[in-house]
């Protein structure tokens, strides 16, 4: 289609990844940097960045993360820093902490930084695919009051990764999700202005999303 792409988190376990060949990818989540001995799915990611990617690809990680120790062989890919830094203040504060990558908004969901980073990279059009953030629909409560609340994604993930997930909310409480969700859809809005303000649109092209911050409308191609 000739659109420049951009994947995030474990599409590269995704069977779907090599035909994709996305010219960019972007890893936030600190699990990803601390779980790649104990996450099997971790490793394999790492493993099929390593062994699948045949394109050049620019892979974005935080700055506080160390590059050697991703173990990345492939001359293929090439690693870039973005700051992994959240700030909020008076407008023009932010839109120059946002303009020279030194913060951004509240990076609650791997969704920020990645149109952060596509905007500082000078891309003036962005379209969002597979961002439907529907998780008020997958949240819930047991009658042991655990929180549960199984994302789903396009590369589906596995059993091992619903068991790490309801690990780390066994201990949440509900206020704590819902604060989480106002966070992350609030700074949608910010990242939106911030575009607005630089002549960039960013277009969501999900169906059914629940993100109300951008136009919607369908793929260019």
């Known amino acids: 289609c000739g659109a420049t792409t951009m994947a995030l988190n474990f599409a590269a376990n995704a069977e779907e ?33 390593n062994s699948l990617v045949d394109w050049p690809m620019t892979l974005y990680i935080p700055t506080s993360q160390k590059a050697s120790g991703l173990k990345i062989t492939n001359r293929n890919i090439s690693i870039e820093r ?18 020279t990558g030194l913060a951004m908004p509240r990076p609650r969901n791997v969704l920020v930084p990645a149109l952060m980073t596509a905007m500082l990279a000078g891309f003036r059009t962005i379209y969002l695919t597979g961002a439907d953030h529907g998780w008020l629909s997958t949240l819930g409560v047991t009658e042991e009051n655990t929180v549960v609340n199984f994302q ?3 590369y ?20 704590d999700v819902l604060l989480s ?11 939106e202005a911030y575009a607005k303000a630089c002549g960039i649109t960013v277009v969501n092209s999900t169906p059914g999303s ?3 911050a951008f136009d919607r409308g369908p793929l260019p191609f």
């Open 17 to 49: 990844f090599p035909m994709l060949r996305p010219d960019f990818y972007l890893l936030a989540d600190p699990h990803f940097f601390e779980g790649r001995e104990s996450d099997p799915n971790v490793r394999k990611m790492f493993e099929r960045f």
């Open 82 to 99: 973005f700051n992994f830094i959240g700030a909020e203040g008076f407008g023009w504060l932010e839109r120059w902490l946002y303009g």
């Open 152 to 154: 789903p994604h396009f």
């Open 156 to 175: 589906k993930d596995n059993d091992e990764e619903h068991s790490r997930v309801a690990s780390v909310y066994s201990n949440v409480r509900l206020h």
């Open 181 to 191: 969700f106002y966070l992350a859809f609030r700074s949608y809005h910010r990242v």
């Open 210 to 212: 629940f993100i109300d």
